[in-house]
């Protein structure tokens, strides 16, 4: 008789089909450029203090290895790398995001996959195909659960990543079907991290720990340890434990796989602004309304901020006395946004963040979520600005989708040197941070990336 596969089985079955040629160009182009925005960000959040912290453990990154800590320079275990470049990955919070995984669906995966890689001697091409099904797993399982599963609380970067992170390296380390199934098993079981530690350095600590449990997971199948196969849909498996009955559906997660690709989805987008995302159609409308209006910050009597009710729980933060609240402020980022224009890394160190300014502009300021925008409108990511002057003119602007009509990541490569440049340059040279530029663009044409995460291990 022939049994009904596991959710793992069905998983290890697909990720273990998967190869370099079911790439197309589009999803190529998009592995090159989301790779050359993970590197940047986690070059810039090295030395951010989350990571120095993290560092400072007795027993983390101490021991020597083989494996390259971005803009750290140290030479650390595989499970070291994935750990510290997947904290410094999401320090900043300035890593891509897909719309649908509800999270940064990279930074789980890529330092795991570059930790590999430089251990074991992978190339390029073989690092891209599974950073491409490492993708395709996670948001796959994120349209079986969400968006229960984000409104519970659940941090899906790193629930959901820590799946990605051990697919991914399952399929570099060329782990048969039943090993697969077994690394996401065991994945199940380190799948963690809850939204009430946003705001604080265990938000990118999620990250780092995701990549190392999805690294962990995969080493752990190859060596012959054991999980249950039925861990997802079992009575007390991740399904009902982490969502609940009748909050989720596991057919989600296979119709029309991989045609097209997650990754080609225009629901992911690069960063523009180096803060919680959940924040970034309130900037965009702000920064558009003071463009349109040529408004005079001076004659701001009120602000009032609409924003969708699921981007506000993790957002709302009107008085952020340290970094990492600045972040998770909409109410900072809007009123810095109509002061300034912009939105800067240099916008979150203490000094920007106590400026007199910007206090005078939060205590006339509302956040709340918009009353025409409900928890399953058709748009997740929209915002509304309101500015009230003194001489009382009522101004305002609103994005109904910031990712309507795709376009959310750029075209090219070169579109993305821009960001890459500032957050490398951040800790070294312009001619460094171009030749590592170079060196990223064409990573899948290398035969080993041992020199590209070299060149990556520049000390600030």
């Known amino acids: 008789m022939t049994r009904t596969p596991t959710i793992a089985q069905a998983l290890g079955a697909h990720i273990h089909a998967f190869g370099p040629a079911d790439l197309t160009p589009k999803a190529r182009l ?10 940047a960000v986690t070059l810039a959040g090295a030395s951010m203090d ?30 070291d790398a994935a750990l510290v470049n997947g904290t410094a990955a999401h320090a900043l919070d300035y890593d891509d995001f897909s719309s649908v995984f509800g999270g940064h669906q990279s930074a789980p995966i890529l330092p795991a996959l570059f930790a590999l890689a430089e251990a074991e001697g992978h190339g390029g091409e073989a690092v891209m195909a599974a950073y491409a099904i490492g993708v395709e797993t996670e948001i796959r399982i994120a349209r079986a659960v969400h968006f229960h ?18 697919a991914a390296c399952a399929h570099l380390m060329g782990l048969s079907e039943e090993q697969i199934t077994t690394a996401l098993a065991l994945a199940v079981s380190q799948a963690a991290g809850v939204k009430a530690n ?3 350095m265990t938000k990118p600590f999620h990250v780092g720990q995701c990549a190392r449990a999805g690294l962990l997971s995969a080493l752990l199948a190859r060596q012959g340890f054991t999980a249950n196969p039925a861990a997802f849909e079992h009575g007390q498996g991740f399904f009902e434990v982490y969502n609940g009955a009748g909050t989720y559906d596991p057919a ?11 990754l080609e989805d225009d629901g992911i987008a690069i960063k523009p602004y180096p803060c919680c995302g959940s924040a970034h159609a309130a900037i965009r409308a702000a920064l558009n309304l003071r463009t349109e209006t040529a408004l005079d910050p001076a004659q701001i009597a009120k602000i009032t901020v609409l924003v969708h ?24 980022l809007v009123a810095r946004a109509l002061l300034d224009g912009a939105i800067k890394l240099s916008h979150f160190d203490e000094v920007a963040i106590s400026d007199p300014r910007v206090a005078a502009l939060l205590s006339n300021l509302d956040a709340r979520a918009h009353p025409e925008m409900g928890d399953h409108s058709a748009s997740q990511w929209a915002a509304e600005v309101i500015v009230e002057t003194k001489t009382g003119l009522r101004l305002s602007h609103r994005i109904n989708d910031l990712m309507a009509g795709g376009g959310a990541v750029p075209l090219t490569t070169a579109d993305m040197r821009d960001k890459f440049m500032d957050c490398a340059e951040a800790i070294g040279s312009a001619d460094w941070a171009s030749r590592l530029f170079a060196q990223i663009e064409t990573f899948d044409t290398e035969p080993s990336l041992a020199p590209m995460l070299a060149l990556m291990a520049h000390r600030a």
Not at 30 to 39: E, N, Q
Not at 149 to 166: Q, R
Not at 252 to 262: C, G, N, S, T
Request: a positive charge.
């Open 30 to 39: 998009r592995a090159r450029i989301l790779t050359l925005d993970t590197v």
């Open 50 to 79: 989350c990571v120095e912290t993290l560092c400072a453990v007795p027993g983390i990154a101490d021991a020597p290895g083989p494996c390259t800590l971005i803009g750290r320079g140290a030479g650390v275990s595989m499970l």
């Open 252 to 262: 989600r997660i296979f119709a029309d796989w991989a045609a097209p690709l997650e």
């Open 198 to 200: 946003f705001g604080t």
């Open 149 to 166: 599963h984000y409104d519970k609380g659940w941090h899906p970067t790193a629930t959901l990543g820590t799946f990605g992170a051990a």
């Open 309 to 332: 009710p699921r981007r506000l729980p993790h957002t709302d933060n009107p008085a952020p006395k340290t970094e990492l609240q600045a972040k998770f402020s909409v109410q900072y």
